[in-house]
Structure formats: C-alpha cells, structure tokens
C-alpha cells in the first residue's frame, strides 16, 4: 500500500490510479469493513487524528480533485462525507524526499518525462493533508536495507 504524501499532481496515471485503489482500500481498513492491511503502517497517520474515517476521506478528496483535473473519472459515490474537519497532518522534508526518490525510481520505467520534470522540482508539494516540517524519514515508513536512507 502506498498512500503518497506528495501532491498528487506529481503522480503518472498509473500512479494516480493505484493511490486511489489503495486509499479506498484503506478507507475499507479504517471503516472495518475488511481484515486484510488492518496493521499497515501507512495508517497509523490516519489513526493518530481524532476522526481516521474523516482524514482519509479527505485524502481521498484530493485524489479526486486531482483526478477531475486530468478530466479522468474517478467514482466520488465510493468517498464517504468526512464527518469532522481534520487539521493538516504533519509529515517531513525527509518523507517527501523519500517519496521524490521513490517516486522517480517508477517514473523513470513508465513515465521518463514526467520523471525529468521532477527531477527539476526543488521544493516538492505535499498532498493537501499534510503540511511539511523539518525531520527525517516518518518512523513509520518502510525503507529498503539498500536505501541510503
């Protein structure tokens, strides 16, 4: 499961498309409604706000948002209302240059302009949910014994 902490907007279409998989899938985890990924560590951001089902819910918005944009046509009837208002996570400028790296090491096989096009970013975007603050990689994250991270 990869729910990116970048801005959408930096996704291929394949990308963009398994985000929305995997945080509907992940809206399912955080509603109950299914046994699978109950422990994946990418929830725990959700799961530390006071409402989960809201803040993943409102990630999904943002994908949607960005969906909409690329006139693609995601189904909005499979997000649910966010009950609550959910202030910014934090995330970090480790994670999003984790995600940056990551995210090329796919660019490059399926998309290489797009790749080269991030490479030119030099302050990345975040997905609307979070907000950036100094730090190293999020405790959370799984990151390969052969990452220089």
Known sequence: MRLWTLHPRYLDT??????WREALLAQQVLTGK???????????RFRRTDD???????????LLQEADRRAF??????????IIFIPPLPTTTGQLEFERNH???KLEKRSP???????????????????????????????PADSPH
């Open 14 to 19: 394949s990308g963009l498309v398994a985000c």
């Open 34 to 44: 299914t046994k699978g990924y109950r422990y994946h560590p990418q929830l725990r």
């Open 52 to 62: 989960p089902v809201s803040a993943i819910r409102l990630y999904l918005r943002a």
């Open 73 to 82: 046509r995601f189904d909005p009837s499979r997000i649910g209302t966010p």
């Open 103 to 105: 995210l090329l090491g």
């Open 113 to 143: 302009a797009l790749a080269a096009e991030l490479k030119k970013q030099i302050r990345l975007i975040p997905h609307p949910l979070f907000f950036v603050r100094q730090g190293n990689v999020e405790a959370w994250e799984k990151i």
